[in-house]
């Protein structure tokens, strides 16, 4: 369980250099699996999110020193794993060599073929509609369908408001809806 | 959370079996540190620049501004006090200076356009004679709120409730 005690111990050794790979250690220990899972719900493979998540690392390892402070530790390393996911997706689509490679089929296949997704044909439905979602109504969603995050965290997270909150979750289960009526 | 989604989608939820269907292999987090190490030192990021978070001191009217700041403040006060108040030129005429009639009536027929109405309204009525003015309705005098002097703390309190930037901008 992350508490603000970790966030304080880990600063702590991160401010010295004799110290900052056993900070560096400690906080992937605490947010490592947190943020695999907010990952791979974008990525959707495993494969890829082991790859995003170790990039998002390596990015936090080289940038510890920007972080000021004005939020929480978690916050931070959270935002800079979900820039990481979303670019990975964005240079995905930038490889597919025409328009349909990137359409829900691609997204069927590529679920289908992973070997760490053993989901039926209505997960798969399921993930196909939540990936045609826009970047924040996916993370909303996500947020608050599988980690049951409660909506004034999320607030604090996103920096967003609970009612804007609210509302694009609101959308997203509602495209969701009616991605699940369209004949597959 | 599930009622939530019942009531936004019920046909949605009725389908959804089990929430994840997202597995990984075994261990795969327990050799996860040792594999962003190893890349680190490949990379030969092993010596980085520590975490030093300063924390900023709440924000601050520096005394140079409060200083202007105060000037204008009074200057502006000033000038409403100024131009608020009625003109009193001839409220500095007194008694000690003698002229004689002619020399008051010549005076004010050479000025009376210079004259405010309330001036000219101080002046008593004309007396029988070829150079009777007629009387003019005296206007009530003007209610302002301006203090009749700024205190220190009246100035303090003005500043106290100006953001930075409405500083700024007056100056």
């Known amino acids: 369980m992350i508490t603000p005690t970790s966030d304080e111990k880990i600063l702590e050794l991160l401010g010295?250099?004799?110290?900052?790979?056993?900070?560096?250690?400690l906080l992937m220990a605490e947010y490592k699996e947190r943020l695999y899972w907010h990952v791979r719900r974008i990525v959707l493979v495993h494969s890829?999110?082991?790859?995003?998540?170790?990039n998002t690392f390596i990015k936090i390892y080289k940038g510890?020193?920007?972080?000021?402070?004005?939020?929480?530790?978690y916050t931070w390393v959270y935002r800079i794993a979900t820039n990481e996911a979303i670019s990975f997706l964005q240079s995905k689509k930038r490889q597919a060599t025409s328009p349909l490679d990137e359409s829900a089929n691609l997204i069927s296949a590529r679920l289908t073929a992973?070997?760490?997704?053993?989901?039926?044909e209505v997960q798969v439905r399921l993930q196909k509609a939540i990936a045609q979602l826009p970047?924040?109504?996916k993370l909303v969603f996500n947020l608050r369908y599988y980690d049951e995050m409660p909506y004034e965290e999320m607030a604090n997270l996103l920096g967003t408001s609970v009612g804007a909150l609210k509302a694009s979750y609101h959308h997203a289960a509602k495209k969701i809806e009616a991605a699940f009526k369209e004949p597959d | 959370m599930e009622d939530e989604l019942k009531n936004i989608a019920p046909d949605v939820f009725k389908q959804l079996p089990q929430k994840d269907s997202f597995k990984l292999p075994e261990g795969y987090f327990e050799s996860f540190d040792g594999r962003?190490?190893?890349?680190?030192?490949a990379f030969g990021l092993t010596q980085q620049v520590p975490l030093k978070i300063v924390k900023k001191p709440a924000k601050r009217v520096s005394m140079g501004y409060m200083l202007i700041a105060a000037a204008a403040v009074f200057a502006l006060v000033l000038a409403a006090v100024w131009f608020l108040k009625p003109a009193s030129a001839m409220d500095q005429t007194t008694a000690s200076i003698e002229l004689s009639d002619e020399e008051i009536e010549a005076y004010l027929l050479e000025n009376v356009q210079y004259l405010e109405v309330d001036q000219l309204a101080m002046i008593p009525e004309a007396t029988e004679n070829e150079y009777q003015t007629p009387t003019i309705q005296e206007k009530p005098p003007q209610?302002?709120?301006?203090?009749?002097?700024?205190?220190?703390?009246?100035?303090?309190?003005l500043l106290n409730d100006m953001t930075e930037e409405e500083l700024e901008e007056i100056l």
């Open chain 1, 114 to 120: 992973d070997t760490w997704f053993d989901g039926d």
């Open chain 2, 143 to 157: 209610q302002t709120n301006v203090p009749d002097e700024i205190t220190p703390e009246d100035v303090e309190h």
């Open chain 1, 64 to 73: 510890i020193a920007q972080f000021e402070g004005k939020s929480k530790l």
């Open chain 2, 36 to 41: 962003v190490m190893d890349r680190i030192e």
């Open chain 1, 48 to 54: 890829d999110a082991d790859d995003v998540l170790q």
């Open chain 1, 16 to 25: 010295a250099a004799h110290t900052y790979e056993r900070g560096f250690r």
């Open chain 1, 135 to 137: 970047d924040k109504q």
